[in-house]
């Protein structure tokens, strides 16, 4: 089998405030020692694989990571504002404990129409979330036709391109996970995908 293209996708490391199970989505929080520690890891891992190019988020967390992966690979690096992780509105930066006693109706209305209901104070919807994050991957997958690549993303950014590579239904989005510093990748082939590693 003759790949196009190999992905590394990598989520970032540990970020400050991970114990109280935070949802942070654009709020801008740098990593931990840990979660460095965790990059510098993954960095070593990676150190000696052929890429042409790093991409990333414009958030701290992923940028911070995708630099310190970079140092073993002398390849651009692209900052890109569309692969920011879900708007969150009036949630950013609660706790799931706090959302749920503040926003009871809401997480009731989430739960009924998972893909579409969008979060109060100009949040996202999963769906929309979906076409931002799965429109600016295949300009990248494109772009990079034939090269192996890596991208630093996110929880919900990577379930999302990973759901689009099984061919899973985003409902299911929930049933992927994705640690703090883990990798995944994925085999793009002319006529389908392989999924290599998920949650390395």
Known sequence: MNRVSRVYLVRHGQVYGYENFPVYGHTDVELTEVGILQ???????????????????????????????????????????????????????????????????????????????????NGESIGELSERIIACFRKILEQQAGSDFLLVGHGAVNRIILCDALGLDLARLFGIQQDYGCLNIIDYLPDSTVIRLMNG
């Not at 990676?46 to 911070?64: E, F, G, H, P, Q």
């Not at 690096?77 to 920011?84: A, I, Q």
């Open 39 to 121: 990059t510098e890891h993954l960095a070593a891992t990676l150190r000696l694989t052929n890429l042409n190019a790093i991409y990333s988020s414009d958030l701290k967390r992923s940028v911070t990571g995708a630099r310190i992966i970079a140092r073993h690979h002398d390849v651009p690096l692209h900052v890109m504002p569309e692969l920011r992780e879900m708007q969150f509105g009036d949630w950013e930066g609660l706790s799931l404990s706090e959302i749920r006693q503040r926003f009871p109706e809401e997480l009731d209305k989430r739960k009924a129409d998972l893909l579409n209901y969008r979060i109060p104070g």
